[in-house]
């Protein structure tokens, strides 16, 4: 894994190298003309057809190593934001030395297959891509992609920081200006990432915090806690005096203060100062508590036309080493509030230090590939490596100009490929954490929900380790992982499987350590009885291969048996034609598991006997005359499967069982089988029953799966090998219970009672508590309790089941919210612009004040409806499962239901999982209540919730800080900045476009 991960590192810092040498060489021409391939408009033609301007023909041939998405290999191409004009000298210029990087793109290529997107983000907004992949807007004509607003640009142009966000909310504020302000929170909030720390505090003649139980302190800037201060700023409005000096002194001392905890980034400081006017430059504060070091750099936002107190905030700015902006429309913000990435960049890059920085899992849907580039499980989970480019002109040493940052993605289905699945034993896994302990690849992860379609969560990208290995409550394991500390830890787990409806119980051993280069810790688990004995044979590649080739034989798809990833000439094959060609020596260049195919090769040899056996049973009609069983199938250890259907294909009751849609039933990257592991968990010889969970409505399946393990019996310590089984119909499996059930032992065969009789209920359970077959079909597949709750109360006092309390820190909960709620939409950037551009068309048109019409035409965006919707919002839960006691093979017992006792017997159903419960149904016990295993949300009061936003999880710091450097020049502090002429060319080309449709 460190090796994989050092070669994309390399493929970047060659980026790196590249860009830099490019733009040494290049002298800046205002006036450079050149057509480069814009993403959006390539192979555009006019009505008279013609290739638009920046349109040239480019080439674009469907790849297979890109999901068949049709790309350009051989070049990259351009995407330019929206709101940017495409012809600018600065990205024309960036554009034309950028192209340097072509050939790096495709020597990259080259010397490492395996590689996916690779680009170059650039400081001015324009993003190279490779391969050149043509881009669509959405259904508004629009492409909102910024590549500096992504995670790994930002996490690569600075360091982390601890923020004070200051908004005026005196009554000068009101209105535009207000909203204005909030839009600017919410992207400055938009620039945090994981390593950074924050708070927001508005000001009038008084202090208030926008979440008030964070008094004094700044919190981790993750996903969860910047939406969580983002639904508490439609809470502001403008009244009162600003007094600005008492909110500087209070951002002074909570930076002080919460940097002395030893929390928080412990690198650069800011302040960022969002208001109308400043009627001071408030020396003394900045004496008292900033000069001469000036630690905290000071970022100030002026909020509307007026410029009578730009002067002051320019002031307060360049002598904090900070930057000044003049924000006077929402179109004005996200780029204004960009300028602070490149000041905090500045001592990075006079340093010249080439920090190599990976980001957390994400699923990247806003390029157009990512959209497309969806698996059977929904969007792809990645990870990026990024390093920042520098200039290196002498002469701009000293302004630390940042060019870019370049990257490449490393879908997180690779890292598994690394990691040998067969070694890791029935239940073992592999997963990764990142420096802040949340997921990077866990089989635990969900990071979608299903609702009509599978959408993301939307904090799946911060689901810490303790949510998922929540028995862990002192975070032991986590805590040593996130220190990179290399060892071992042990505990007891409840594993859920079939969507939580039942439990494992094992122990597992958990092995971590660091990998090195990244800041990444990985972990292996090992579950106790698994994974520590493998058995070895030993058979001729010439056995091996006849009986590899037949078939009914099967190799996991997602297991890595040879690498074919490496050479193009490799990619087509499947894992089976690599073996072949391996083994024949027709292709020395295959890097092959030399052991692992040397154990299937074995597997095929031992269990190559079962085909004649399963085509004695088919040809011997009286065996399966009603073809009520219908599948068998067969799974070894090294990921190798066989299947016979004793019914052709078309007539397969559940069609989808042991194909590619069954990811729960087949050999895959996480885990094994299903069947396999349920049946490992058993003692050797006892069959494991089940009917699979329909995800319909009623919760029904019609087949029945029985499978059972295979380990040696003798002296030696042998792992579980393999698993068999059968699915059968569920109508043929329930009739041989109803036989069974009618035959007695007594002389003429008949029964004094049966289940036929109407005073009992005869149920056949599982060791989950799920119905498999009862009187009333329509309570097949479900839970007991739900359908006997006294029964099943009785069966958990007496200890013949137990109860499990799971919890689900990943669920998400039906909630009630306004559909139309102001906050979102205004921090949705395409309606901010809409609501921008009618604002200009007041000042235009009216040259009214913004008090007055101008929240006329926005007041669409504004106003609530108050119409109410339900969705699905992140919520925990807590549910319970259940389990039979193994050691108890019979009881009975009497339930008091007042006015009568209702007796019941359970009996074990020998070499099974299965239990016979017979019920008295003469005494109704209806009124005590039924047992359900339905879900409940945890409801966290005011207090905890307090509690758990001040809780700071520990975490570690990146290893490298660029604060500030003594040869920077703050005298590039920025300056008033209004609509410049391109700019008003794009807003009038839109508003020509709004307002003629």
């Known amino acids: 894994m460190e090796e994989m991960f050092h070669k994309k590192a390399e493929a970047v810092r060659r980026l790196v190298e590249a860009a830099e040498e490019a733009h040494l060489r290049h002298e800046y021409d205002t006036d450079l003309q050149f057509e480069y391939f814009n993403a959006v408009l390539i192979n555009e033609r006019d009505e008279e057809g013609n290739y638009l301007e920046l349109g040239k023909e480019f080439i674009l041939v469907p790849n297979e190593h890109f999901n068949n998405l049709p790309v350009n290999v051989s070049l990259s191409d351009v995407q330019v934001p929206t709101n940017m004009y495409n012809k600018d000298s600065a990205i024309v210029n960036g554009v034309y030395w950028s192209e340097a990087l072509n050939k790096v793109f495709v020597d990259n290529f080259d010397r490492d297959p395996s590689l996916i997107w690779q680009y170059f983000g650039s400081a ?17 004509g629009v492409i909102a992609f910024d590549c500096r607003n992504r995670k790994w640009y930002i996490q690569a142009a600075t360091s982390p920081k601890d923020v004070v966000i200051l908004v005026d909310v005196s009554g000068s504020m009101k209105g535009l200006r207000l909203m204005i302000a909030k839009q600017t929170v919410s992207s400055i909030l938009d620039t945090l990432g994981d390593d950074d720390f924050f708070n927001i505090v508005a000001y009038n003649e008084e202090l208030h915090y926008v979440e008030p139980c964070l008094n004094g302190t700044l ?9 969580h201060f983002r639904e508490h700023l439609d809470k502001l409005f403008a009244k009162g005096i600003g007094m600005l000096d008492i909110a500087l002194n209070e951002a002074f001392a909570t930076l002080t203060d919460f940097n002395h905890t030893g929390q928080g980034s412990i690198c650069s400081q800011a302040i960022m100062l969002i208001t109308d006017g400043a009627v001071d430059t408030y020396d003394a504060t900045f004496a008292k508590y900033n000069w001469p070091d000036r630690k905290v750099r000071i970022f100030t936002y002026l909020i509307g036309r007026e410029t009578a107190f730009a002067d002051n905030l320019k002031w307060m700015a360049c002598a904090n080493k900070g930057y000044y902006t003049q924000i006077s429309t929402l179109a004005d913000v996200q780029e204004n509030v960009m300028e602070y990435l490149h000041v905090l960049s500045r001592p990075k890059v006079i340093d010249q230090e080439h920090d190599v920085v990976w980001t957390e899992a994400y699923v990247d849907s806003t390029l157009p590939q990512a959209q497309k580039l969806a698996d059977d499980q929904g969007l792809v989970l990645m990870t990026t490596v990024a390093m920042p480019v520098f200039s290196k002109k002498n002469e701009t040493r000293s302004q630390g100009i940042l060019l870019g940052v370049v990257g490449t993605d490393v879908p997180v289905k690779e890292l598994l490929k690394t990691i040998p699945k067969y070694k890791l034993g029935i239940h073992g896994y592999a997963f990764a954490i990142t420096n802040n302990g949340y997921i990077l690849t866990h ?10 379609k599978k959408r993301r969560k939307p904090d799946y990208s911060s689901v810490d380790l303790a949510e998922v290995e929540w028995e862990d409550k002192d975070e032991v394991l986590r805590n040593a992982m996130v220190n990179r500390k290399t060892g071992k830890f042990s505990m007891e787990v409840k594993k859920t499987v079939e969507k939580g409806k039942r439990v494992l119980v094992m122990t597992n051993d958990y092995y971590y350590t660091d990998i090195k280069g990244t800041p ?42 040879c690498n074919t990833d490496l050479y193009p000439e490799h990619r087509l094959l499947s894992q089976l034609e690599a073996i072949k060609l391996y083994l024949t020596g027709k292709q020395p260049l295959l890097q092959c598991d030399k052991e692992l195919i040397q154990e299937v090769l074995f597997d095929a040899v031992v269990t190559a006997p079962l085909e004649a056996y399963w085509t004695s049973l088919a040809l011997n009609k009286s065996e399966n005359s009603d073809k009520g069983v219908e599948v068998a199938f067969l799974g070894t250890r090294t990921g190798l499967s066989r299947v016979n259907l004793f019914v052709g294909p078309e007539q397969l009751t559940n069609q989808d069982f042991l194909t590619a849609e069954d990811k729960e039933n087949i050999f895959n990257a996480d885990h094994f089988p299903l069947w396999y592991r349920r049946a490992a968990e058993q003692i050797p010889g006892i069959f ?14 019609s087949v029945v799966t029985a499978s059972t393990a295979i380990q040696l019996l003798d002296d030696r310590k042998s792992p579980v090998v393999a698993a068999v ?30 289940c036929d009789d109407i005073a009992i209920n005869c149920y056949l359970i599982d060791n989950n508590g799920f119905i498999l077959v009862s009187e009333n079909y329509y309570e097949t597949g479900i839970f007991f309790g739900e359908v006997e709750g006294a029964v099943m109360n009785k069966l958990l006092a007496m200890g013949s089941f137990k109860r499990i309390n799971l919890y689900d820190y990943q669920a998400m909960c039906r909630t009630t919210i306004d559909s139309s709620d102001s906050a979102h939409k205004l921090l949705d950037p395409y309606y901010a612009f809409l609501a921008a551009v009618k604002w200009i068309m007041t000042e235009l048109v009216l040259f009214l004040l913004e008090f007055s019409l101008c929240s006329w035409w926005h007041s669409d965006l504004a106003v609530k409806a108050q119409r109410l919707k339900q969705t699905l919002e992140p919520c925990d839960t807590e549910y319970p499962a259940f389990i039979s006691e193994r050691t108890i093979k019979e009881n009975t017992g009497n339930i008091d239901c007042g006015d009568c006792f209702k007796s019941f017997v359970i009996q074990q159903i020998p070499s099974s999982n299965l239990f016979m419960v017979v019920v008295d149904n003469e005494c109704d016990c209806s009124f005590i209540k039924p047992i359900t295993m339905e879900p409940i949300e945890i409801m966290y009061n005011e207090s905890l919730k307090c509690e758990r936003l001040k809780s700071q999880k520990i975490r570690r710091r990146p290893d490298s800080c660029h604060p500030f450097h003594a040869e920077e020049n703050a005298r590039e502090c920025g300056g008033v900045v209004g609509l410049n002429a391109q700019r008003t060319v794009i807003l009038f080309s839109l508003l020509f476009m709004l307002f003629t449709r």
């Open 124 to 140: 001015k907004g324009f993003f190279r891509q490779y391969p050149g992949i043509k881009w669509e807007p959405d259904e508004n």
């Open 219 to 227: 919190v981790q800037a993750d996903r969860n806690n910047k939406e």
């Open 443 to 452: 089989p635990e992860l969900r990071p979608l929900y299903e609702e009509g």
């Open 520 to 561: 990444f810790s990985l972990g292996v688990t090992l579950s106790r009885g698994h994974g520590k004995y493998f058995y070895r044979g030993n058979v001729t590649v010439e056995e091996g291969l006849h009986d590899l080739e037949h078939p009914d034989v099967a190799l996991a798809d997602e297991w890595t048996y």
């Open 688 to 701: 494991v029953y089940s009917s699979p969970f329909s995800t319909g409505a009623e919760n029904k399946s």
């Open 725 to 754: 089984g059968i699915q059968m119909k569920l109508e043929f499996f329930q009739r041989k219970f109803w036989t069974a059930s009618r035959q007695c032992a007594s002389h003429d065969g008949r029964c004094s009672i049966s």
